[in-house]
T-cell receptor, first 112, second 117 residues
Framework: KQEVTQIPAALSVPEGENLVLNCSFT??????LQWFRQDPGKGLTSLLL?????REQTSGRLNASLDKSSGRSTLYIAASQPGDSATYLC???????????FGKGTKLTVNP | DAGVIQSPRHEVTEMGQEVTLRCKPI?????LFWYRQTMMRGLELLIY????????DSGMPEDRFSAKMPNASFSTLKIQPSEPRDSAVYFC???????????????FGDGTRLSIL
């Protein structure tokens, strides 16, 4: 059974800092990995989707990397801003299904 | 563009009552997902449909839960009878997925916060 872990559960940084969020998964036979953002009282917003054949994806100040063999992914946020404050979740998908298995997220606070 | 629309946003009801949650997916999307989010268990997939057909309902907790998708623009999740442990935030999401792989991003509604007293 696939398990997805995100450590730390919470992170607080000063504005302008570069930071890395971590995601690990137990079964390396994944089809892809996705990173989502969740604001309080809202649904999830898809940020980046990495196919299993890819090593990384970039969107603006966000860069996600994937090391399938070691069961790890990182989300790098450059020059963090208070507006980046949210909970970030990663999710893995397996071939043959659209089902995603989610981690519990890292709650990020960027202090002005 | 209209996103995924869920109703109601909040529901408070007493144990034993029937609860119906509603979802309108993004027009043109052919996959629809129902999730439940709690502090203890995180976000869990309950069921998903592709082209209005249930594909995977292995996450549905028990027979008290049922989901339907009578057409491409509407789905319901029903709990009967409801219990306090069903209290959670329920999300609906939709995607352009083909049903067998998760290679399209899922778009989430803002959820229904359900409290069973």
């Amino acid at each position: 059974k696939q398990e997805v872990t995100q450590i730390p559960a919470a992170l607080s940084v000063p504005e302008g800092e570069n930071l890395v969020l971590n995601c690990s998964f137990t079964d390396s036979a994944i089809y892809n990995l996705q990173w989502f953002r969740q604001d309080p009282g809202k649904g999830l917003t898809s940020l980046l989707l990495i196919q299993s054949s890819q090593r990384e994806q970039t969107s603006g100040r966000l860069n996600a990397s994937l090391d399938k063999s070691s069961g790890r992914s990182t989300l790098y946020i450059a020059a963090s801003q208070p507006g980046d404050s949210a909970t970030y979740l990663c999710a893995v998908g397996k071939g043959g299904s659209e089902k995603l298995v989610f981690g519990k997220g890292t709650k990020l606070t960027v202090n002005p | 563009d209209a996103g995924v629309i869920q109703s109601p946003r909040h529901e408070v009801t007493e144990m034993g009552q029937e609860v119906t949650l509603r979802c309108k997916p993004i027009s043109g999307h052919n996959s629809l997902f129902w999730y439940r989010q709690t502090m203890m268990r995180g976000l869990e997939l309950l069921i998903y449909f592709n082209n209005n057909v249930p594909i995977d309902d292995s996450g549905m907790p028990e027979d008290r839960f049922s989901a339907k998708m009578p057409n491409a623009s509407f789905s319901t999740l029903k709990i009967q009878p409801s219990e306090p442990r069903d209290s959670a935030v329920y999300f609906c999401a939709s995607s352009l997925g083909g049903g067998t792989v998760s290679n399209q991003p899922q778009h989430f509604g803002d959820g229904t916060r359900l409290s069973i007293l």
